[in-house]
Each structure stands twice: as structure tokens, then as C-alpha cells.
């Protein structure tokens, strides 16, 4: 233990009557801390009740639907994060617990998600993921060290990779879709010198150049959708999905803990495939169809090799990754190759050497590769050893003991289905280097969810830790997504449960996460949030994502359910 937890144990026991909670309101009217001692936690009975419940109204929708996707028995555990950062492998630089959908990766497609397996007893194919929390009884980088690093850091510009998302570009838009690709990394350089020329957190800074950059990336992607449109090629999905970019301070690590950790293999390998889009030539009009078709198979190819990894996790002896899931990828891959060169090769030039890229490996190195200036750091490793350790974030993973998922409806009116491929997430990973705008208090234990917390609860004997995480409760209507993810959704009005003008109320997820931790551990502030390295575990840096996979036809049972006031499942 550190000496500041040292302190900071004996001033919270000696002095426990002396303590007052601080709540930060969900709309963030408070300053965020990363701190990593004792100050961070409360006794949940000094929190004062805060929880505000709108009255219903005569057309309340007052019904509740549960799924249950269980607690993560199948260890699936990532640092991606499809929500916030779609295409950015490892982007989270912390651990997710997933549940509901078993392909998932942040490369993965509607259509990957769509024909994924499930957790979920109800075949709910939706993704529900949070940070895990970890118990470690040995000495984390405290606060001091963490802020010293930063200080001594610049944080470094990263931005989803576009050109790994388009279909087949066609012959007579290609120079133009290249021009407009290498726009978007001048625009990220440009961001990225902004922010490398100055020294720790500065969170106006972050926040002017990322939305100078996020202006700038939309008007760019919705211009290579219109030229691929325009030259007859099919309008890229989800391109406004890749708009925000985000300030990273991987750098942190190696001043903290000298780069990576010393296991040498990963514990959540991913299927590694070479990119087949940057190898294509401009594709003839006639054969645009048949090579999108083709693009999507491979990608479907590999969400459902890293599914495998997934399920068969602890089978067959050491060649079994090869000859189950890397073998049979090779194989299929192959075919899909030969049948793209061959429709290209009707109408033009065949492209040559794409049998070449049929090998697949598994990623047990990994990490998203570095924009930080040469020699300033090296990438950020996946998570290593049987703790899926990372850089500060160590220890044993402590899985829930049961995780409550729920939709409920909306005090003023009716409840509209959520869209297909709706994309959501609460709270903020990072109210330190971005502010707390958008972060939410989440921590409460059993007994007592009147009240939540931005501070770590010490529960009364016999009660749970819990996080309660309330997703946004009403839609614009229109979009499954929107450039900074957060936008196409809102929250309803804290006090009459209202939703603001323009949108509509559609069924609200509420996650509760409950842990068995044992009370000299809550004491001795021995639990945390697994988070980024500038946050160093703040508790007011929780967070949850979900994905709604629902089919329409349990999306609508779920909407009837809530409208008309049952308790369904």
C-alpha cells in the first residue's frame, strides 16, 4: 500500500463520523478527481438519498422487461469498445465485461452482430459491456505518481481507421475517395500537433480540437459517401460512426510502469486478418455488387472465427486454434478472394497477390498501434496473464454476482420500440482529460439505491456493491447513432421524466451490477474500476455501453409490454 493510502486509511477510520458525500449530479455540476486513496471512497450511509422518481402520469408507460444474459461465464473480456470507439483495436486501454452478443469486436458490422450467438436465455443478440472492477491488495501507481506522469506527457490524436470500413470503391471514384482519405489524416496530424505541443491534461484544449477535428472528419465522410454513391458504388454504412476521434495518453504507461507487462502472450486473442480494401483496384460498375458481398463474407468470416475463440475457450490441446478456428479461416477466405479477383477480372484488370492475404493469425501481442511521437511510448499491450492485466490496471477481475438488466418505461407517455442497430452509452470514461459534463454517479449497495455515489461505497455488513447504470430514455427518431454517439439520444428531464423536444420515448436500460466484496476490502479501498491511465480508477469514470440487436418482433413485445404496465421477460 502506499503511503498516501496509508494516511488516507487511518484519517477515513479514526474519523468516519466526519465524513460528508459528495455527489455530483448526472449532469456533471462538479469537478472530477482522479485520485486513488481512500478520499475516493464513503460509507453509503453518509450519502444522502438523491435518487429523484418523476411522478407517473395517467399515460405512463409503468411495465418492466428483463433479460437475463448472465454475469460473464464465458470470459469475454476486451479493451475494445464498439460504442465509443468503432475500429480502434484496444482503444479502451482498460477491460470490458461483455455479455449478450459473442462476436462483438470493434471492427464488427451490424451484420456481424446480427448473425452472432448469445449469452442471453431469451436469444437477445444486443451488447451490453461495462468496465470491470478488480480487486488488488498491492500497490497501484497512486495519486502523485499518476499526476506527475501527466504532467510530463502529451496526450496524441487518434482517430477510427475509415478506409477499412468503405465497400468496394469504384473505378471512377477511386482517386477522389484516396484524396479525401488522406484529408482525414491531415486534419488528424494537424489536431495531433495542437495537442503534443503541450504538456499534461488540458481539457478546453482537448475539447476545441477534437470538435475542430470532429467538424471537419463529417463534412469529409460525407463526402466520400456521396462520391462512392455517385460513381454507382453502395453508400458506406455507418460512416458517421467513425467521425469522432478521441486524445489518448497511452504515453502514461511507459513513465509509470516502463512499457509493457511481462507476460508474452495475451489472454484475449483476437483473429488478425491483412486488410483487403487497401489491396483492391478501383471495382468495375459491373462487378461493385458482387465484391461488397464478398467484403462482407470476410468480415462475417472473421467474427465468427473470434466467436469460436470465445466459446471454445479451455478446448483441444495446443494446435487446436490452428486446425479449428485459423485452418478453416484460411480456407474460406481463399474462396472468397478468388471469386473477388474473378469479378473484377470480367470487366478490368484482375488484381494479382490476393491469395496472399488469406492468412489469418491470432493478435497475442496486440494493442492498437501507437500515434505517439516516435520513441515517446510503446503501444499499449492487450491485456496479459490469467488476470487480463493491463498497465495500472492489475489484479484479480471480480466477476458480478448477478447483473439485472431492464428496460423500463417512460412517467409521461407510451414507450416507441427502439430501432434495430441502436447504438447507447451512459456516463463518461474519461471526466478528467474531457470533463464531467457527461459523466454520471452510478455507486450505491443493496438497500440503499435512493441514493448513488461518484465516490466508492463502503457498504454495512452483508450488503452488495452495485452500480446502477441508467441509459438515455428517449430517441430523435431518426438515427441509430450520431458523430460523438451521445447526440441521437438524450436523457429524459431528471424531475418530470419528460422527454426533451423532438424526441420520442423509447424503452430505458437500467443495468445493475451487484458484487459480493468482502467489507476489510471496501475498508481498505482494495476494489476499483479498471479505467484509463488519467483517470487512475475514479469512480466517476464509470460507464456502460449496449448495442440493441433485439429482433423487431421483441423490440415491439418489449414496447407493449412496458405500455401497458406488465412485468414481462
Known amino acids: 500500500m502506499t503511503p498516501t493510502r496509508v494516511v488516507a486509511v487511518a484519517v477515513v477510520l479514526a474519523a468516519t463520523a466526519a465524513l460528508t458525500a459528495t455527489f455530483v449530479s448526472s449532469g456533471g455540476k462538479g469537478t472530477a478527481d482522479a485520485a486513488t486513496n481512500l478520499s475516493s471512497f464513503v460509507p453509503i450511509e453518509r450519502v444522502r438519498p438523491n435518487v429523484v422518481r418523476p411522478r407517473t402520469g395517467p399515460d405512463a408507460s409503468t411495465g418492466r422487461f428483463t433479460v437475463d444474459c448472465g454475469t460473464n461465464g464465458n470470459r469475454k473480456f476486451s479493451p475494445d469498445n464498439p460504442v465509443a470507439q468503432p475500429g480502434v483495436r484496444n482503444g479502451a486501454e482498460h477491460v470490458h465485461d461483455f455479455v449478450g452478443n459473442l462476436a462483438i469486436t470493434a471492427n464488427s458490422s451490424d ?32 495519486g502523485r505518481d499518476i499526476q506527475r506522469a501527466l504532467a510530463a506527457t502529451s496526450g496524441t490524436v487518434v482517430c477510427p481507421s475509415v478506409r477499412d470500413r468503405l465497400p468496394a470503391v ?19 496530424v494537424a489536431a495531433d500537433r495542437r495537442v503534443t505541443a503541450t504538456r499534461g491534461v488540458h481539457v478546453q484544449l482537448n475539447n476545441d ?42 504515453a502514461i504507461h511507459g513513465r509509470l510502469h516502463g512499457g509493457h507487462t511481462t507476460a508474452p502472450r495475451s489472454a484475449t486473442p483476437q483473429v488478425t486478418c491483412p486488410s483487403v480494401r487497401d489491396r483492391l483496384p478501383g471495382v468495375p460498375r459491373s462487378a461493385l455488387a458482387e465484391v461488397d458481398r464478398g467484403l462482407g463474407e470476410l468480415d462475417r468470416q472473421i467474427s465468427e472465427a473470434n466467436q469460436r475463440l470465445v466459446t471454445s475457450r479451455g478446448e483441444g490441446g495446443a494446435g487446436f486454434v490452428e486446425n479449428a478456428v485459423l485452418g478453416p479461416l484460411r480456407a474460406k477466405r481463399t474462396a472468397v478472394l478468388d471469386r473477388i479477383a474473378i469479378a473484377i477480372g470480367r470487366a478490368g484488370a484482375r488484381p494479382q497477390g490476393l491469395d496472399a492475404l488469406a492468412t489469418c493469425t491470432l493478435d497475442q501481442r496486440g494493442g492498437q498501434p ?7 511510448a510503446s503501444p499499449l499491450p492487450d491485456p496479459q496473464g490469467a488476470n487480463l ?40 470514461a474519461k471526466p478528467t482529460s474531457r470533463g464531467p459534463a457527461n459523466a454520471r454517479a452510478t455507486w450505491t449497495c443493496s438497500g440503499f439505491t435512493d441514493r448513488l455515489s461518484d465516490r466508492y461505497p463502503i457498504c454495512p455488513p452483508g450488503r452488495q456493491v452495485q452500480r446502477v447504470q441508467d441509459f ?43 458484487y459480493d466484496i468482502p467489507r476489510n476490502v471496501q475498508l481498505k479501498g482494495e476494489y476499483a474500476l479498471d479505467s484509463f491511465p488519467e483517470e487512475n480508477h475514479n469512480p466517476f469514470s464509470d460507464h456502460n455501453d449496449f448495442v440493441n440487436v433485439n429482433s423487431a418482433r421483441t423490440m415491439q413485445h418489449i414496447a407493449t409490454c412496458l405500455n401497458k404496465g406488465r412485468n414481462c421477460r
Open 111 to 142: 451484420a456481424d452482430l446480427d448473425t452472432s450467438g448469445t449469452t442471453c436465455v431469451n436469444g437477445d443478440k444486443s451488447s451490453y459491456f461495462w468496465p470491470v472492477v478488480r480487486i488488488d491488495r498491492s500497490v497501484r501507481a497512486d
Open 170 to 188: 469504384p473505378t471512377g471514384a477511386k482517386a477522389v475517395v484516396d484524396r479525401q482519405l488522406a484529408d482525414l489524416e491531415r486534419y488528424r
Open 209 to 250: 480540437v477534437l470538435q475542430w477535428l470532429r467538424t471537419r472528419r463529417a463534412a469529409s465522410l460525407a463526402a466520400i459517401g456521396d462520391t462512392i454513391r455517385r460513381a454507382g458504388g453502395q453508400h458506406p454504412a455507418r460512416l458517421r460512426s467513425l467521425t469522432d476521434c478521441d486524445v489518448s495518453y497511452d
Open 370 to 376: 501507437s500515434t505517439a511521437p516516435t520513441g515517446s
Open 389 to 428: 492485466e493491463l498497465p495500472n490496471n492489475t489484479g484479480e477481475i471480480l466477476r458480478p454476482a448477478s447483473v439485472l438488466i431492464e428496460y423500463r418505461g417512460n412517467p409521461v407517455g407510451k414507450v416507441v420500440p427502439m430501432p434495430k442497430f441502436l447504438r447507447e452509452l451512459t456516463g463518461d
Open 472 to 514: 438515455p430514455g428517449c430517441w430523435d427518431g431518426a438515427n441509430t447513432d450520431s458523430a460523438n454517439h451521445r447526440d441521437h439520444v438524450a436523457f429524459a428531464d431528471r424531475a418530470t421524466g419528460a422527454c426533451p423536444q423532438g424526441f420520442v420515448a423509447i424503452p430505458q436500460l437500467r443495468i445493475t451490477i451487484s
